[in-house]
């Protein structure tokens, strides 16, 4: 068997984890990939390579299926895309909506593989936005015998909710499909210096003015540098823009200085362009680099939120040497077993780091302590310092999810060092 040169890259995107695995495979066949996973003892897949820990790495075989040739079905009865498990939000994105499809939200970069995103509970932001996993409503996984499953939300009920945020721990996803809606235009709007005083007063209010709504936040001044608003049109038209936007202004590029236009969707405010140009911020035409980047990210029910972010502003002095920005976001419950909005409406509090690693580290337990009293949940694919247990123990679902590892994967095969301490019962 011809297996293609690995493509696959020996660390992850932003390079501050280098994959332990002894062998990087990029198999361009199903039936390659069927091997491989029956010949090795350890093996996990790699989808894009952004999550910010050692999710995806492995003691044995890396595989990237980046080697499969790219297809996209579209149902036109059930509303519904098929693809396969390698293939990104940019590789679907446009032919979706050339199609008259799109997705319901999007998290901030395309970049991510679809599954690779939903394994880790990726989301984006909207009061009535889930986490992209939420979209999914079949797989096609190959287990660690090789077989080929069919596992659908219509067929498998409720363990369905167990195997999408799964971390890459269930099996090798071949598959992907994912409900669609109507395409739509979006338009954003963009304001600057949000005073924290009216964030914190009027949150729930400000987080319900647009489609998906953000705020960015350094905590180092009584402003809040960025609000972002993405609004759906009706009719397709762009409408008017307030030149406030409770004490913020409206703001050009200028913000964006430090990023080079082209990576960015931020072009104008108020108009209208199809909803992959507008819901993520990063550009699909553009290719962005990792090395200086970093992300946490912690969730709380959206009972705890404003309180939760009074505790974090406490700590800007603390951060000030590492903090890039935070980005506060809502995401809708959900009843995925292992998504930090299972049973939960959420705020999302996230933070881009300097690349200081050693900083980051040591201010991270400062940040959870100050969350703890709000049960914060850690993103899965960003770094986090919470103990194990504490991680077990703010997910309802996990003993369900520890079950299903057990039925899929009884050897271990797909568990690395990262499920074995995060998730494990036996950790
Ligand atoms: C610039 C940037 C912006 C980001 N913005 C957001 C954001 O807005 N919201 C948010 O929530 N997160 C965000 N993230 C985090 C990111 O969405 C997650 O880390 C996501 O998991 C990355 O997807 P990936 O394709 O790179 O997956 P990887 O990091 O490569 O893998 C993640 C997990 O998925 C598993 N996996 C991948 N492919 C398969 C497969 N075919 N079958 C089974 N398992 C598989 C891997 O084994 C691993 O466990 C951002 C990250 C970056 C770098």
Known sequence: MTIAQAKTGRQNWATNVQFQAKKFEAPETIEQLQEIIQAASKIRVVGAGHSFNDIADTSGTLISLDGLAKFVEIDRDQHTATFHGGMTYIDIAPVLHRAGYGLANLSSTPHTTVIGACMTGTHGSGDGNKALADQVSALEMINA???LLQLS??????KFKGMVVALGGLGVVTKVTVDLVPTYLMQHEFYRQLPLANMLAQFDEMMASGYSVSI??????????LVLIRRKLADDQAVPVSPAFYGATLIGGELFANYPMERITFQENGTAAPWYERLPFFNIRST????NERQSEYFVARKHGVDALRAVNALGDQMSSIIKITEIRTIAADELWLSAAYQQDCVGIHFSWVAKDEE?????????DALAPFNPRPHWGKMFAMAPADVRGRFPKMADFQALLSEFDPQGKFMNDYLAKYVSPSA
């Open 145 to 147: 015998d090789g077989e």
């Open 216 to 225: 960015g936040s350094r905590w180092q001044s009584e402003m809040a540098e």
């Open 288 to 291: 962005i680099a990792g090395e």
């Open 360 to 368: 980051i580290y040591r201010f991270l337990p400062i940040l959870e």
């Open 153 to 158: 939300r219509a067929t498998h009920g409720e």
